[in-house]
């Protein structure tokens, strides 16, 4: 079955960087897009960014662009998210997402908090 494990969240001071990854299974991990979704207290989850199945095309969301890269290794696969110039804003659960054969997988989340 699918299974999508994010790793890499913990405590971070603002400014700082972190890099999380999401190691998946399951599926045929190069043929698809993966996605990045986070979700704040109180607020709904939001997307983060995509990347294509091969890696070649990204998207993000206008308050991440610039300071956050999304990246894939199809031999590996996992999916990441490198972080920089964080924010206390940026405090929130991210989870790793695919949607294949119709369905909707995430993983468990990790938690990411910015804070001095």
């Known amino acids: 079955q699918v299974q999508l494990v994010e790793s890499g969240g913990g405590l971070v001071q603002p400014g700082g960087s972190r890099r999380l990854s999401c190691a998946a299974s399951g599926f045929t991990f190069s043929g698809y897009p993966m996605n990045w979704y986070r979700q704040a207290p109180g607020k709904e989850r939001v997307l983060v960014a995509n990347?294509?199945?091969?890696?070649?095309?990204?998207n993000y969301a206008d308050s991440m662009k610039g300071r956050f890269t999304i990246s894939r290794d199809n031999a590996k696969n996992t999916v990441y998210l490198q972080m920089n110039s964080l924010k206390p804003e940026d405090t929130a659960v991210y989870y790793c997402?695919?949607?294949?054969?119709?369905?909707?997988?995430w993983g468990q989340g990790t938690q990411v908090t910015v804070s001095s």
């Open positions: 990347i294509s199945s091969a890696g070649g095309s990204t």
């Open positions: 997402n695919v949607k294949t054969q119709g369905l909707n997988y």
